[in-house]
């Protein structure tokens, strides 16, 4: 049967592996498909899309150029192979593609190309994709860029589920874990398989991840998330008319998850594992590997620590509960069988070694990223979301944001305070678009003590000022993210005439996405002390605030689905230049961005409440 699940409640959708050009063969099993179980709602290709013989491009382009019919709405992720350059730069020109285009570029009726990265939503679904391979060259097409990543990590940063992520290549280590029989023969990570989606895998934590390249078809057994309640499911998929007959085509048909339950999200099938990328850093030490418990509940990992330290009266032979430690909550609760110690769950969110926590040393030394020394009370922080332990083996845990980072992109830095310092937004809207951010690690502004508030309201109101002086308008707005990212209030001035349209196109856009805002009516003083006597961290909030002092804010549910971006995007519309909502099309140069900082300082000059 090929249909993957009964559930017809969801869309219909039908996944292929590597295309290679071969558009006849795939289209005529589609329709036959189509026929016998379908309608479908729509073809996702991952793998090489594009031809990879000469033969077969004159076939490929009777459907590019129209000749040919393509009778299911078809989006593709492998841009690269024989025709590529030709057809995708044609595309890309097409005045019809300028804009904010996540959901594909068209290439010809019923074909879309998903080009670089990005998240969008189709038939209910949200679909998060990375285009093109790993590449450290300039290619224009194939490749992803470092940009194209980073726009991904910041999808994992937004509330909701991701239902499915669509990569070209499988994740390196996605058969760890696995039941050895299900595995095809011949699978390795040595080719077709890329680090950089395990740990975007392993962040973003969809539902499904589909995959080709790989030359075979593979359905992984479902596996938990270490902080998510759902399972992910895994489907590489065998490239179309390949020689040993394997599967290219399958089926599913997912109920969106922003339409379920917390008990449906919830519900784990009896086979599920481990998750594959858990403790990606330790599996080559033997020392660190820990053991499977025997009951249902086989997604927790218990260490154990009969020769932990003794502190705080710890006794010798205490067990403690991993699960509590690194996301602050067990589901067992009462009737868990090992210690929910909050003081280790305290080290842990100030940034130090788990095993450190829980054994007292940490093997690997020099090359852990994390503290080997407890933290007192504000001594530090954690630069990562709480439990994501150490499923980033390959990225920096140093934030960007922060002043004492190697990582800081100090040329934007505009002026430095006490606790908050300015800079220029990278890849800005528009002139003057800067960022607010706390010189501290800190996940939001709003729960900062309250000599920090009062030193945002002094840049607050110098950039109000100067932004009056250029006959603009400040409009500020910060999205909080409860997984815990580097806080930042950007400001962004738009011109005075246009200012009273403000509050109605971000309740436009807000219906949009099927919610209403709360406005709170204040003068600009009054705004934020009554924001922050209503902010909740267990929620993650968007808030913006508007000329005048009306603030909108609106509190994001747990399965609601909500755009880091949203906030940019809207002010884009308003502005006319939605090209722009993207920052990736918004980049400068190194050196183009030092002389936009420095002409910004100088302007600023006379209203930096430093100076």
């Known amino acids: 049967m090929l249909l993957a699940h009964s559930l017809m409640a969801g869309p219909r959708i039908l996944l292929c592996g590597d295309v290679l050009g071969r558009l006849n063969q795939l289209f005529k099993r589609v ?5 016998s179980a ?9 793998g090489q899309f594009f031809p990879d013989s000469p033969e077969l491009l004159e076939e490929f382009m009777d459907y590019i150029e129209g000749s040919s019919q393509i009778s299911l709405p078809t989006y593709f992720i492998g841009d690269y192979g024989i025709g590529a350059p030709k057809v995708l730069s044609a595309a890309s020109k097409n005045l019809a593609h300028l804009g904010f285009k996540m959901d594909g570029l068209k290439i010809c009726e019923n074909l879309y190309w998903l080009k670089g990265s990005g998240n969008f939503t189709l038939h209910g679904l949200s679909v998060a994709y990375l285009s093109g391979r790993e590449s450290s060259g300039a290619q224009q097409f194939g490749t992803y860029s470092q940009d194209d990543v980073g726009a991904l990590r ?9 239902d499915l992520f669509l990569t070209n290549e499988w994740s390196s280590g996605i058969t760890n874990r696995a039941a050895v029989s299900d595995v095809p023969a011949g699978i390795s990570d040595s080719s077709g398989s890329d680090s950089t989606v395990s740990e975007l895998v392993a962040e973003i934590k969809p539902r499904y991840h589909i995959a080709g390249t790989k030359g075979a078809f593979y359905a992984r057994e479902p596996y938990s998330n270490i902080d998510a309640l759902h399972v992910t499911r895994f489907f590489g998929l065998a490239p179309v008319g390949n020689k040993n007959k394997q599967k290219f085509l399958h089926a599913i048909s997912p109920t969106p998850a922003s339409t379920m339950s917390r008990a449906e999200i919830s519900t ?7 998750s594959p990328y858990m403790f990606a850093e330790q599996a080559a030490n033997p020392k660190e590997a820990t053991k499977r418990t025997s009951d ?6 218990r260490y154990d620590v009969s020769q932990k330290r003794k502190r705080h009266g710890d006794g010798d032979g205490d067990k403690l509960c991993f699960k509590y430690i690194s996301s602050g909550s067990c589901p067992r609760g009462e009737k868990c069988h090992f210690k929910h110690d909050m003081d280790s769950r305290e080290q842990c969110l100030r940034g130090v070694c788990l095993d450190f926590i829980i054994k007292g040393n940490c093997e690997r030394g020099s ?3 994390y503290k080997h020394s407890l933290q007192s009370e504000g001594e530090g922080y954690s630069h990562r979301r709480p439990g994501a332990e150490n499923t980033n083996a390959g990225r920096s845990r140093e934030c960007w944001f922060c002043l004492s980072s190697a990582n800081v992109e100090s040329h934007l830095i505009i002026s430095i305070g006490e606790s908050y310092y300015c800079a220029l937004a990278k890849g800005p809207l528009v002139e003057d678009h800067v960022l607010l951010m706390p010189i501290e690690h800190s996940p939001n502004t709003l729960s900062l003590p309250p000599e920090c508030e009062d030193e945002l309201g002094r840049y607050r109101n110098s950039l109000s000022m100067y932004y009056k002086n250029r006959g603009e308008e400040a409009v500020f707005f910060e999205w909080v993210s409860k997984c815990g990212t580097h806080a930042n209030i950007q400001a962004v001035p738009v011109p005075s005439p246009r200012t009273a349209a403000l509050q109605d196109i971000f309740n436009m856009a807000a219906k949009k996405l099927g919610f209403e805002f709360v406005a709170l009516q204040s003068n600009n003083s009054a705004g934020r002390p009554l924001l922050r006597t209503q902010f909740d961290k267990n929620f993650s909030l968007f808030y913006v605030e508007l000329p005048g002092g009306t603030i909108l804010s609106h509190l994001v549910e747990e399965n609601e689905k909500f755009p880091a971006q949203f906030g940019r995007e809207v002010l884009a519309g308003l502005l006319k230049m939605p090209d722009r909502a993207d920052w990736r099309n918004c980049k400068l140069d190194k050196e183009e961005e030092t002389k936009m900082a420095e002409d910004f300082k100088s302007r600023f000059k006379g209203f930096d409440p430093t100076q």
């Open 154 to 162: 910041a999808l994992a940063d937004e509330s909701g589920i991701v």
């Open 31 to 35: 329709q036959s498909v189509n026929k």
């Open 296 to 301: 249902s509940d086989s997604q927790y990992w």
């Open 38 to 46: 379908g309608p479908f709602d729509a073809l996702l290709c991952v």
């Open 367 to 369: 090359e852990c990223n």
């Open 268 to 274: 784990k099938p009896s086979n599920t594992t481990l």
